[in-house]
């Protein structure tokens, strides 16, 4: 019995452990995203607040680097929109295992992201499950934050385009669409997004073709 | 860049954060739903590549960026770590353009 106990406290500090190192890695997203958005012509407020309040980066990132591309505020929306919508499906999946009061939950929504729906539900004990939600959300949005001024700092202070800084949202995209094609179904989304914003580049505002590649997700209806 | 879009999509994320979790529980959407869901990372991100490497005043644009952009897919492909091909991608466009290889 104890035994069992101290191996559950075991399993649980390297759980945590990992949570805390998994959110010092999405850190250095932030600071990509702190440098883009001055870049963009974000102040630093600015960008230290969406960072606290989207929370979300995929969608931080497509909204600044549409700006940056000489966007209007409506197409950037857009864009960030549909990538936010995503959260909402994290929410259902985690809408089980987080079964507290309407207060925690509101509070748990603003961490409800890729990384603490992921590690939640990778875990098969319940308690673990919560555990790794919290601790990933917390440890992501402390470090993100930190992350996101650490760049806008740093991006204020220098000539952008001479570091090349430009290429880190799109070098950032690359990493991240990675895990998403693994599945076919991934990979046809993504072809098509790509072919369709390309296609629509030269006759679209900026911005606009980034909401055509959702068409791409239409591969999604057919039963694999 | 603008408070307005900054104001706006907080609240546009924290409705769909907050939606899932607290409106709709634990109900079941479709599975067509869910799978076009699924999807939007990989359709958006892989324009987002397209529209931030090629994009310029007038329509597709080859430069510098292109160049730091295949040095940062060739690494991610090989698997390496994301601040090196965060880091990368821009070391690599940075060279280009002082080389004049590209505007």
């Known amino acids: 019995m104890t035994e069992t106990l101290s191996n559950t406290n075991e399993n649980e500090r390297s759980l ?17 995203f702190g440098v883009g958005s001055v870049a963009a012509g974000g102040s630093i407020a600015m960008t230290c607040v969406m ?26 929306l857009g864009g960030a929109s549909l990538l936010a919508a995503r959260n909402g499906v994290y929410g259902l999946a985690m809408s089980r295992t987080l079964q507290g009061s309407v207060f ?14 992921a590690m939640s539900t990778a875990q098969t004990h319940p308690r673990a499950a919560r ?7 917390v440890s992501v949005y402390v470090f993100w934050n930190l ?21 880190a949202f799109p070098a950032g995209f690359v990493a991240m669409v990675i895990p998403h094609l693994r599945h076919q179904n991934g990979r046809r989304a993504a ?4 072919v369709a ?28 | 860049m603008s408070w307005t879009l900054v104001l706006a999509l907080s609240a546009i994320a924290y409705f769909f954060k907050a939606t899932g979790l607290v409106v709709v529980g634990g109900r079941h959407l479709p599975g067509a739903v869910n799978r076009c869901l699924d999807l939007i990372p990989a359709a958006l991100v892989s324009a987002l590549i397209v529209n931030s490497t090629l994009g310029g005043d007038d329509g597709i644009v080859f ?27 821009a070391a690599v466009t940075a060279l280009a353009r002082a080389a004049g290889l590209a505007a």
Do not use: H, N
């Not at chain 1, 452990?17 to 600071?31: K, N, P, R």
């Not at chain 1, 914003?197 to 694999?224: D, E, S």
């Open chain 1, 131 to 137: 555990t790794a939600f919290w601790w990933t959300g």
């Open chain 1, 191 to 194: 072809a098509i997004g790509a």
């Open chain 1, 147 to 167: 992350g996101t001024l650490i760049g806008a700092l740093a991006g204020s202070a220098i000539d952008p385009e001479q570091f090349g800084l430009d290429a």
């Open chain 2, 63 to 89: 430069d510098a960026r292109a160049i730091g952009v295949a040095a940062a897919m060739l690494l991610a492909a090989k698997r390496a770590p994301l601040v090196v091909v965060i880091m990368a991608g």
């Open chain 1, 104 to 117: 925690s939950r509101l509070v748990a929504a603003q961490i409800t992201i890729d990384e603490s729906t």
């Open chain 1, 197 to 224: 914003c390309a296609l629509t580049i030269p006759f679209l505002p900026p911005g606009v073709p980034i909401l055509c590649a959702a068409v791409g997700v239409l591969v999604g209806v057919k039963r694999p």
């Open chain 1, 51 to 76: 960072s606290l309040l989207v929370f979300t980066g995929a969608s931080q990132f497509s909204a600044v680097s549409v700006i940056a591309s000489g966007g209007s505020t409506a197409a950037a």
């Open chain 1, 16 to 32: 945590v452990m990992s949570c805390a190192v998994l959110g010092a890695a999405v850190g250095v997203f932030g600071i990509a």
